[in-house]
């Protein structure tokens, strides 16, 4: 038996917003000489005070914005917080504020009994709070965790009433709160991250401190060149954002829960090209899609209607002042004709009045970051009916507290009769289900390539589903003709852990798709694929893309999660020594990253390092004593130094933990059929697996060769015959 299958694969990277930071000046532009670069700003960017002088209005517009106070220089003008010789103590956190000269510094005893004091160097942001940011060794820039409220003029912690560890990757000085990694690309003009991995440094650096400009419309040299010649041409040689299209790939970066596909961004370049959106699950998302955890907008307005209908963030927003075009029901008025929606005869309550709303019944929200209220942009109907039976969310409760959902759900039937319109919440929240019939399964598989969906959530349904049956992977090859990149992706990605000969076709017809990130999938994909057995086109295609995929796991080592995919990608390319490294790097930034304790007990396993194997499980098993998966990984271990007994107690273990655990019971019916020769235990066990997963071809078959040695001839053989059918179809 072989020890643990690592796990393998894209995660969605934990993203940004808690904290950021760079070292510079505001008037970072200096000019080069032509003779030494084309540009003659640097990158070609000219800054905000080059872009006034005939665009004054917007100008007027940005200044004092969210994008212009994005992130400012520390001094008496910018900073918000009390730093009058204050003291404070939050979740057991001493803190003492003062100033020193024109310094202004924080002295903090933490939980552990440890004293330090900081230098504040950056603000970030400004309302509804403000953090600070602190220069640390090897170019980090780390966020405090206490907060400078701004509307009640008090500190505050983020995450109140935890007391957090300093060895926690929440921790302020850690992973979770760096600048250069979660937050400095989008409240700064041009950064360039700068992170080297052997090191674990950085050298960022930015052409402008906030969100000037250049953040959106690109590098305005060229654009600059051409107002100062003769302006005929209608190549403005600048990215306007005039279509959804164009405002999604300028907006949806940083207003996005996404990976990085690429080093650095690039303003205007399509989204899919550079990141890739994370998917509605339930680790962020309510199981009907609606906001849980942060998804920053653009993960949600997906999900809508208006989104559909080509509805433009500049349609709500003005993209220079960053507010509101319109106050209240006149904003939504622009589309929805007032006579029909703003009246008690839609929304059954007193007319002018927070009830009468439309954003409180179609754009709820929740507090972010401690005091930071945010909607949901998925532009919903209440759906108590699905409270009711799923515990999702609904409006009506957000405001009639001490009702129930079922209550809710009466009134909703009342006004709007007993039928809700189809939506796709229902197939979102069935694909997270467990134990689906038959049916339900088969209303999924259509439900994917129903193009009346939204993609994001049909892309989010295929990462929901297992697939295993020769119909399942029918659906999914019509997905991987999908109009959308990631439906294609998330398509491809269930093709995985298929034999070789039938990945390769689907790999090799999507090196060349015209998305990066469906390249970027095919290429994680192509594990095993030697390219020296492919022809020209097919190899250098194959190079192309996994070019592509480095550069991307390369661009993500900062992230804990980031050094777990290069510890995955060694490990996959049989560099063993070097995967350890990356993994051992990973549980340093985040030691509560629980996958990368099953890859690297199997990378030491691999290199001849049970004692440590061993040791990363039972570590595991202490940070989660009640998973049934470290148990069942070390009985594999157990097995392979011959250590039967124990192996076997750890699998009945693995099993009492989670009575689903059907690998456990697959391993123990092998066991009791391959080595003890007790058939009837071998058959308990077997038929135990097959209850929780009856499709299961590998589970069959064990369990013919069960019947077979009991005598059970006829019962062999019909699943034997069953199983060749499978295979034929």
Same mark, same amino acid.
């Given at each position: 038996?072989?020890?643990?299958?690592?796990?393998?694969?894209?995660?969605?990277?934990?993203?940004?917003?808690?904290?950021?930071?760079?070292?510079?000046?505001?008037?970072?532009?200096?000019?080069?000489?032509?003779?030494?670069?084309?540009?003659?700003?640097?990158?070609?960017?000219?800054?905000?005070?080059?872009?006034?002088?005939?665009?004054?209005?917007?100008?007027?517009?940005?200044?004092?914005?969210?994008?212009?106070?994005?992130?400012?220089?520390?001094?008496?003008?910018?900073?918000?917080?009390?730093?009058?010789?204050?003291?404070?103590?939050?979740?057991?956190?001493?803190?003492?504020?003062?100033?020193?000269?024109?310094?202004?510094?924080?002295?903090?005893?933490?939980?552990?009994?440890?004293?330090?004091?900081?230098?504040?160097?950056?603000?970030?942001?400004?309302?509804?709070?403000?953090?600070?940011?602190?220069?640390?060794?090897?170019?980090?820039?780390?966020?405090?965790?206490?907060?400078?409220?701004?509307?009640?003029?008090?500190?505050?912690?983020?995450?109140?009433?935890?007391?957090?560890?300093?060895?926690?990757?929440?921790?302020?000085?850690?992973?979770?709160?760096?600048?250069?990694?979660?937050?400095?690309?989008?409240?700064?003009?041009?950064?360039?991250?700068?992170?080297?991995?052997?090191?674990?440094?950085?050298?960022?650096?930015?052409?402008?401190?906030?969100?000037?400009?250049?953040?959106?419309?690109?590098?305005?040299?060229?654009?600059?060149?051409?107002?100062?010649?003769?302006?005929?041409?209608?190549?403005?040689?600048?990215?306007?954002?005039?279509?959804?299209? +164009?405002?999604?790939?300028?907006?949806?970066?940083?207003?996005?829960?996404?990976?990085?596909?690429?080093?650095?961004?690039?303003?205007?370049?399509?989204? +899919?090209?550079?990141?890739?959106?994370?998917?509605?699950?339930?680790?962020?998302?309510?199981?009907?899609?609606?906001?849980?955890?942060?998804?920053?907008?653009?993960?949600?307005?997906?999900?809508?209607?208006?989104?559909?209908?080509?509805?433009?963030?500049?349609?709500?927003?003005?993209?220079?002042? !960053?507010?509101?075009?319109?106050?209240?029901?006149?904003?939504?008025?622009?589309?929805?004709?007032?006579?029909?929606?703003?009246?008690?005869?839609?929304?059954?309550?007193?007319?002018?009045?927070?009830?009468?709303?439309?954003?409180?019944?179609?754009?709820?929200?929740?507090?972010?970051?401690?005091?930071?209220?945010?909607?949901?942009?998925?532009?919903?109907?209440?759906?108590?009916?699905?409270?009711?039976?799923?515990?999702?969310?609904?409006?009506?409760?957000?405001?009639?507290?001490?009702?129930?959902?079922?209550?809710?759900?009466?009134?909703?039937?009342?006004?709007?009769?007993?039928?809700?319109?189809?939506?796709?919440?229902?197939?979102?929240?069935?694909?997270?289900?467990?134990?689906?019939?038959?049916?339900?399964?088969?209303?999924?598989?259509?439900?994917?390539?129903?193009?009346?969906?939204?993609?994001?959530?049909?892309?989010?349904?295929?990462?929901?589903?297992?697939?295993?049956?020769?119909?399942?992977?029918?659906?999914?090859?019509?997905?991987?003709?999908?109009?959308?990149?990631?439906?294609?992706?998330?398509?491809?990605?269930?093709?995985?852990?298929?034999?070789?000969? +039938?990945?390769?076709?689907?790999?090799?017809?999507?090196?060349?798709?015209?998305?990066?990130?469906?390249?970027?999938?095919?290429?994680?994909?192509?594990?095993?694929?030697?390219?020296?057995?492919?022809?020209?086109?097919?190899?250098?295609?194959?190079?192309?893309?996994?070019?592509?995929?480095?550069?991307?796991?390369?661009?993500?080592?900062?992230?804990?999660?980031?050094?777990?995919?290069?510890?995955?990608?060694?490990?996959?390319?049989?560099?063993?020594?070097?995967?350890?490294?990356?993994?051992? !790097?990973?549980?340093?930034?985040?030691?509560?990253?629980?996958?990368?304790?099953?890859?690297?007990?199997?990378?030491?396993?691999?290199?001849?390092?049970?004692?440590?194997?061993?040791?990363?499980?039972?570590?595991?098993?202490?940070?989660?004593?009640?998973?049934?998966?470290?148990?069942?990984?070390?009985?594999?271990?157990?097995?392979?130094?011959?250590?039967?007994?124990?192996?076997?107690?750890?699998?009945?273990?693995?099993?009492?933990?989670?009575?689903?655990?059907?690998?456990? !019971?697959?391993?123990?019916?092998?066991?009791?059929?391959?080595?003890?020769?007790?058939?009837?235990?071998?058959?308990?066990?077997?038929?135990?697996?097959?209850?929780?997963?009856?499709?299961?071809?590998?589970?069959?078959?064990?369990?013919?060769?069960?019947?077979?040695?009991?005598?059970?001839?006829?019962?062999?053989?019909?699943?034997?015959?069953?199983?060749?059918?499978? +295979?034929?179809?």
């Amino acid at each position: 038996m072989k020890l643990i299958t690592p796990y393998l694969g894209i995660l969605s990277l934990l993203l940004f917003l808690t904290s950021c930071n760079s070292k510079s000046n505001q008037n970072n532009y200096k000019k080069l000489t032509e003779s030494v670069s084309e540009h003659q700003y640097i990158d070609g960017y000219v800054g905000d005070q080059n872009c006034v002088s005939c665009h004054e209005k917007e100008n007027g517009l940005w200044k004092g914005s969210h994008h212009d106070l994005a992130m400012q220089i520390a001094n008496d003008s910018t900073v918000l917080g009390d730093f009058n010789n204050v003291k404070a103590v939050i979740d057991g956190v001493k803190y003492h504020f003062y100033k020193k000269d024109d310094d202004f510094l924080v002295k903090i005893n933490e939980i552990d009994g440890s004293e330090n004091i900081y230098q504040i160097n950056y603000t970030f942001g400004v309302t509804p709070l403000q953090q600070y940011l602190i220069d640390f060794e090897r170019g980090k820039k780390q966020v405090l965790r206490v907060t400078w409220d701004s509307k009640d003029h008090k500190w505050f912690h983020q995450y109140a009433g935890d007391k957090i560890s300093t060895h926690d990757w929440l921790h302020w000085t850690k992973s979770a709160q760096n600048w250069n990694t979660m937050c400095a690309e989008c409240h700064s003009t041009n950064l360039k991250k700068n992170y080297f991995v052997e090191k674990d440094s950085f050298h960022t650096t930015y052409s402008y401190i906030n969100v000037s400009c250049e953040m959106c419309h690109g590098p305005g040299e060229k654009h600059m060149n051409w107002a100062n010649s003769d302006p005929k041409d209608k190549n403005y040689q600048i990215i306007l954002g005039k279509t959804q299209h +164009e405002q999604v790939n300028l907006c949806a970066p940083c207003h996005a829960r996404r990976s990085k596909l690429t080093a650095n961004l690039e303003p205007g370049k399509h989204f +899919e090209d550079q990141y890739m959106i994370q998917t509605i699950n339930t680790n962020y998302y309510h199981a009907d899609g609606q906001i849980d955890d942060e998804d920053y907008v653009f993960g949600s307005f997906m999900q809508s209607m208006m989104f559909a209908n080509k509805v433009k963030c500049s349609d709500c927003h003005d993209m220079h002042s !960053m507010q509101l075009k319109f106050e209240g029901n006149t904003l939504c008025a622009q589309c929805h004709v007032n006579t029909t929606y703003n009246t008690k005869k839609h929304h059954f309550h007193e007319e002018n009045t927070e009830a009468s709303q439309c954003i409180n019944c179609h754009m709820t929200g929740k507090n972010y970051m401690g005091n930071d209220f945010r909607r949901d942009h998925s532009f919903r109907v209440p759906r108590p009916d699905q409270s009711v039976k799923y515990n999702t969310p609904n409006a009506c409760k957000g405001c009639h507290e001490d009702e129930s959902n079922q209550w809710a759900a009466k009134w909703i039937k009342k006004w709007y009769g007993p039928t809700r319109r189809d939506h796709y919440s229902d197939g979102l929240i069935l694909s997270s289900q467990q134990n689906l019939s038959q049916d339900q399964r088969k209303d999924l598989d259509d439900f994917i390539n129903n193009l009346k969906y939204p993609a994001i959530i049909r892309a989010t349904v295929i990462s929901n589903l297992n697939y295993t049956t020769n119909d399942q992977f029918i659906s999914l090859f019509t997905s991987l003709k999908d109009s959308s990149a990631l439906v294609r992706f998330n398509a491809l990605q269930k093709f995985r852990y298929l034999p070789l000969e +039938e990945r390769i076709p689907v790999v090799l017809k999507h090196l060349t798709d015209t998305t990066k990130m469906v390249r970027i999938g095919a290429a994680e994909i192509a594990i095993g694929i030697d390219e020296n057995n492919l022809n020209d086109i097919d190899r250098t295609n194959l190079i192309n893309a996994r070019r592509e995929f480095e550069s991307m796991i390369y661009g993500n080592a900062d992230f804990s999660t980031g050094r777990m995919q290069l510890g995955d990608y060694f490990l996959q390319n049989n560099d063993v020594a070097i995967s350890i490294k990356h993994y051992e !790097m990973a549980l340093e930034k985040d030691s509560l990253l629980i996958p990368v304790y099953s890859n690297l007990a199997t990378a030491y396993s691999i290199n001849g390092e049970s004692k440590k194997a061993l040791q990363t499980l039972n570590l595991w098993m202490k940070l989660e004593p009640n998973n049934g998966r470290p148990y069942y990984l070390r009985a594999l271990l157990h097995f392979e130094l011959k250590q039967d007994d124990i192996a076997v107690t750890d699998l009945k273990k693995a099993i009492k933990l989670n009575p689903n655990e059907t690998r456990s !019971m697959y391993n123990l019916a092998t066991y009791y059929f391959q080595d003890k020769k007790d058939l009837k235990l071998a058959e308990n066990y077997i038929q135990k697996a097959l209850k929780v997963d009856p499709n299961n071809s590998d589970y069959k078959y064990l369990l013919a060769l069960i019947y077979r040695d009991q005598g059970k001839f006829k019962l062999g053989q019909k699943i034997m015959k069953e199983l060749r059918a499978n +295979e034929n179809r």
